[in-house]
């Protein structure tokens, strides 16, 4: 089946590679995804697929219904696939027809071939409504760092559109092309940003003891950061503390103490405990250290997106639908954590789903491919209908024959 249906569907190939072109060539950042909204919402009307606009200011939901009537005892269901539509604010140096036409701006994360590879889905599944039950394509804006999914359900996402279980699907630079790996359970990390402003009174370079000096705590800081995952997160697990920025003092004054370190960081973890744990831990690091150098600590610490954890009964369904499409050599079913993250581990905190990533292709060692969030990254055309048939397939093992 799974053969047929990609044959049946490399008739799309033309069709869905000129849509993720003219995306890629016009990116949108957050909650900006006009033009690419309006693609999504013109496409699934003209495929007869009823639509509805506004939720996470820029999001498209489409709406299907499946011809079959129900046979199982559980009354109908309905599920929902997820693709983000956003791009980043980073400047494109390819230069292919496609690149991107706005300064700053690009798609460098692959949510162009995502968008696309769920409409080659919508498209196919509207004219082959073979499924009992109810499916709703959520074309979401903002995941990169603004929590659109989030937005999207508290404007009511899973109230206007209930649903029994939510997928996504994310592109993965070194993974062999069209391959698919997931894993149950925790698959991406929480991620977390922290701010400490180490003060002190600052003073003469040359005459130190007039005054106190928080470059001191914060250098020491710095350093104590990873005592606490060496010495605080159990061996067992995964967490990282990373620092990404630091201001202090004024360039053309180096003879002069700074009377404040402003730093901040990212912190990644997998379980609720080790992210209590670490939003406590550097607390107490930080405020220990200033007051010993006679300085004081300001700590803020923002719990941005929570992990994402696959539910094992979804985790299951989404590995079958991918052996039948590219055959059980070409899927993981226990690929290792990643501590980048995602927001829709939001919808899955709402609704049980799975979350699987499909290979682009290349070496990241070799040079034979960009990772994600670099400006030479491109989505691989090659896999769009791979994807798209993926999508097929689960809601034919969730709602059709397979299930």
């Not at 697929?49 to 506004?54: A, E, K, N, Y």
């Amino acid at each position: 089946m799974s053969k047929d249906l990609l044959k049946e569907m490399q008739a799309h190939r033309e069709e869905l590679t000129a849509i993720r072109h003219d995306i890629h060539k016009h990116p949108e950042t957050a909650f900006e995804e006009n033009r690419t909204a309006d693609i999504v919402a013109a496409r699934l009307t003209e495929w007869g697929i009823p639509i509805h606009r506004g939720l996470g200011k820029t999001g498209v939901v489409g709406t299907l219904k499946g011809k079959r009537p129900n046979t199982s005892n559980m009354g109908q269901r309905a599920i929902a696939l997820r693709a983000d539509m956003d791009a980043l604010n980073l400047q494109e140096k390819n230069s292919f027809a496609h690149k991107s036409v706005h300064d700053g701006k690009m798609h460098a994360c692959g949510h162009d071939g995502h968008t696309t590879m769920l409409l080659g889905a919508a498209k196919h599944l509207a004219q082959n409504p073979d499924f009992a039950g109810t499916l709703h394509f959520i074309f979401q804006p903002a995941e990169e760092g603004e929590a659109g999914a989030r937005v999207m359900i508290e404007d009511g996402l899973f109230e206007k559109f209930p649903c029994d279980a939510v997928y996504g699907m994310h592109n993965m630079p070194g993974l062999p092309t069209g391959h698919f790996a997931i894993r149950p359970g925790p698959m991406m990390a929480a991620s977390d940003t922290w701010t400490v402003t180490f003060r002190g009174t600052g003073g003469h370079g040359a005459m130190p003891q007039m005054g106190t000096d928080p470059t001191q705590p914060a250098a020491n800081f710095i350093t104590a950061t990873q005592g606490i995952i060496g010495r605080n997160v159990s061996p067992q697990n995964a967490a990282v503390i990373s620092v990404g920025h630091i201001a202090a003092g004024a360039y053309g004054s180096p003879n002069v103490i700074p009377s404040e370190v402003l730093i901040r960081g990212t912190a990644r973890s997998y379980t609720p405990a080790d992210r209590d744990l670490l939003e406590r831990r550097l607390a107490e690091v930080a405020q220990g250290i200033a007051q010993a150098h006679g300085c004081s600590a300001e700590y803020h610490y923002l719990r941005r997106y929570p992990p994402l954890v696959n539910a094992s009964e979804q985790t299951a369904l989404a590995l079958k639908a991918a052996a039948l499409t590219v055959g059980e050599a070409k899927t993981d079913g226990d690929v290792e954590k990643l501590t980048g993250a995602e927001d829709f581990a939001f919808m899955l905190e709402q609704k049980p789903g799975a979350y699987i990533l499909i290979g682009n292709g290349g070496s990241i060692e070799d040079g034979s491919c960009h990772y994600v969030h670099t400006p030479h990254y491109d989505f691989n055309d090659q896999i769009l209908v791979t994807g798209a048939a993926y999508w097929v397939n689960l809601v034919n093992v969730e709602l059709g024959d397979a299930a």
